[in-house]
Nanobody
Framework: QVQVVESGGGLVQPGGSLRLSCVAS????????VVWFRQAAGKERDFVAH????????YYVDSAKGRFVISRDRANNTVYLQMNSLKPDDTAVYYC?????????????????WGQGTQVTVSS
């Protein structure tokens, strides 16, 4: 099972941008789909975006469409989540995970391995 490490969070003003990184360790992402979730304080962990490493196909939660872009960097075995036009409602700990295959699985409970998360705070 691939292990992941997230980074790139921080404090940003509304309307600003951040780029989160998810780096694989232990093995490469080939054959996996990589998924970003987020968890706001006191709330459940919610699906944000998915990318199939091999095909590059992407899927987004409706609230992220048009603002977030998930992409992959084959050379560095890294998945990025570029977040633009950030809103206070985007404040959360963002987690990366990976699963074999192509299915888009939006339920956090289906995943067994998580990174440590990276905090994103959108506030003026």
């Amino acid at each position: 099972q691939v292990q992941v490490v997230e980074s790139g969070g921080g404090l940003v003003q509304p309307g600003g941008s951040l780029r989160l990184s998810c780096v694989a360790s232990g093995r490469a992402f080939a054959g996996y789909s990589v998924v970003w979730f987020r968890q706001a304080a006191g709330k459940e962990r919610d699906f944000v975006a998915h990318i199939n490493w091999d095909s590059g196909r992407t899927y987004y939660v409706d609230s992220a469409k048009g603002r977030f872009v998930i992409s992959r960097d084959r050379a560095n075995n890294t998945v990025y989540l570029q977040m633009n036009s950030l809103k206070p409602d985007d404040t959360a700990v963002y987690y990366c995970t990976a699963t074999t295959g192509k299915l888009v699985i939006r339920a956090a409970g289906a995943y067994n391995y998580w990174g440590q998360g990276t905090q994103v705070t959108v506030s003026s």
